[in-house]
């Protein structure tokens, strides 16, 4: 089984200032993948940035990096330089990579991150 | 390139009539087809997931069904609304089989159906 928490449900943040949303996962899997979606306030699920398990450096996709610190199982997302479009609520989520199974994408609770000028 | 398509954007429907939601895929063969919800201000939920034609599987016991007519095509279906069944439906694909290292396995997502039972 997998799990995925996110402990804040809420985040402020000045504009071009940077901020980090916390996710801590746990899972059985020995290969895994970590992801962080968007979901802005129209509803669309916005893929950010993926991390395989296997992976020696931590990802990272224009503003966005991905603080993964595997001994600790915690995959924090870290966007640099904040916008005011970047208001929305971000989804950390998990998926075992078995080969040739089909796993499932398990999501977090989200966290709301609002920008201010 | 793949895209994923679901309609209706809105719907709102009465009470105990029936429901059915449309997703279809373009653009990729075999996918993993995904059903999920999302009430109002919480998490993504899993309803039904599919690994090919006629083959559906059940995360959580509900009033909802969903059925593979086709490949490419995952349809949500219920014969009797109710309001607890409100909330926002998410279709969603993502490859078949995992070996390749450094290949991004997540899903790509629709675009969502808004759905209020009154």
């Known amino acids: 089984a997998q799990k995925i928490t996110q402990t804040q449900p809420g985040m402020f943040v000045q504009e071009k200032e940077a901020v980090t949303l916390d996710c801590t996962y746990d899972?059985?899997?020995?290969?895994?993948?970590l992801f962080w979606y968007k979901q802005p306030s129209s509803g669309e699920m916005i893929f950010l940035i993926y991390?395989?398990?296997?992976?020696?450096q931590n990802a990272t996709e224009g503003r966005y990096s991905l603080n993964f610190q595997k001994a600790r199982k915690s995959a924090n997302l870290v966007i640099s330089a904040s916008q005011l479009g970047d208001s929305a609520m971000y989804f950390c989520?998990?998926?075992?990579?078995?080969?040739?199974?089909?796993?499932?994408?398990?999501f977090g609770t989200g966290t709301r991150l609002q920008v201010t000028l | 390139s793949q895209t994923i398509h679901q309609w209706p954007a809105t719907l709102v429907q009465p009470v105990g009539s029936p429901l059915s939601l449309e997703c279809t895929v373009e653009?990729?063969?075999?996918?993993?087809l995904y059903w999920y919800r999302q009430a109002a201000g919480r998490g993504l939920q899993l309803l039904f997931y599919?690994?090919?034609?006629?083959?559906i599987s059940s995360e959580v016991p509900q009033n909802l069904s969903a059925s593979r007519p086709q490949d490419r095509q995952f349809i949500l279906s219920s014969k009797k609304l109710l309001l607890s069944d409100s909330g926002f439906y998410l279709c969603?694909?993502?490859?078949?089989?995992?070996?390749?290292?450094?290949?991004?396995?997540?899903?790509?997502f629709g675009s969502g159906t808004r759905l209020t039972v009154v």
């Open positions: 653009g990729t063969s075999n996918p993993n």
């Open positions: 899972t059985s899997d020995p290969s895994y993948g």
């Open positions: 969603a694909w993502s490859v078949l089989s995992i070996g390749q290292s450094g290949t991004n396995y997540g899903y790509t």
């Open positions: 989520a998990m998926r075992g990579l078995n080969t040739g199974t089909a796993s499932k994408l398990t």
């Open positions: 599919s690994v090919g034609i006629g083959q």
């Open positions: 991390q395989g398990s296997y992976d020696q």
